[in-house]
């Protein structure tokens, strides 16, 4: 596995981390789009939706040219309440006009095995390199990240992009999630991480060893950028790392 030196940033709380996450977004997007004319996301679900907030309100983007994917996603109905389309739709997907069909979510009236397959296919179809411009992770007080948990079969998957998981330890126990393949081809990974619970996962994500590292810190791009934005709280027990480039 290609080696990725993460790039940190810190900040001093939630508001001001949402601020730059979003003006870091816009700027992809508009990478994206001057390079192929689209601009593919994967979100995760959690408190990272609600970091996005702020895009709604910027007038110099094109909706019409997003193409949005999920980092994993629960096997429930798009209107159930752990549902994490439903969690961007409700902070983010409501209040702008991406067209419906750029916006890829799971089947979960077939079994979890066939919503997997069915969702890679689907994917690509709509990007056929795999090659996400932006995924916006998320990281548990476990170390996990998207659906991929410490100690699970699934951190050896290599034969698909989007696997299919029923034994989650974390509810619900039906998932579908992208895999370390399909992350390892982004363009950028972004790590949005807050709140002292994570302090240990974090020190140990940023592990330079990767045989020794969380789910989440074996998460690195091969020609890809990774980025790690935390609130000083989550960020309390890393050295000074005050000459970290920044984020842009």
């Not at 299919?164 to 509810?171: A, C, E, F, T």
Request: net charge negative; aromatic share 8%; glycine share 6%.
């Amino acid at each position: 596995m290609t080696d990725c030196p993460a790039l940190v940033q810190v900040f001093d709380d939630n508001v001001e981390l949402g601020k730059r996450l979003c003006s870091f977004v816009k700027d992809r997007y508009d990478e994206a789009v001057e390079s192929r004319g689209k601009f593919h996301i994967a979100v995760s679900g959690g408190s990272l939706p609600k970091f996005l907030k702020g895009l709604s309100k910027r007038e110099d983007i094109d909706w019409t040219k997003w193409w949005v994917y999920f980092c994993d996603e629960r096997y429930v109905p798009n209107d159930d309440p752990d549902s994490n389309y439903g969690a961007l739709k409700e902070v983010l997907l409501n209040e702008i006009s991406i067209p419906d069909p750029q916006i890829l979510k799971i089947n979960s009236s077939i079994p979890v095995e066939e919503a997997a397959r069915e969702y890679e296919d689907k994917m690509r179809e709509l990007l056929p390199s795999m090659d996400l411009d932006l995924a916006l992770c998320g990281m548990g007080p476990d170390g996990h990240t998207c659906s991929l948990f410490p100690g699970h079969p699934l951190l050896a998957e290599e034969a698909v992009d989007i696997a299919p998981i029923s034994d989650s330890p974390k509810p619900p126990p039906q998932r579908i999630t992208m895999t370390y393949k399909l992350l390892r081809k982004c363009h950028q990974v972004v790590f949005v991480v807050t709140g002292e619970s994570k302090v240990p996962m974090v020190v140990s994500s940023l592990h330079d060893d990767l045989d020794k590292t969380t789910p989440a810190g074996r998460v690195r791009p091969e020609s890809g950028k990774l980025f790690w934005f935390l609130d000083s709280k989550a960020a309390a027990g890393l050295p000074d790392r005050s000459d970290t480039p920044s984020a842009n």
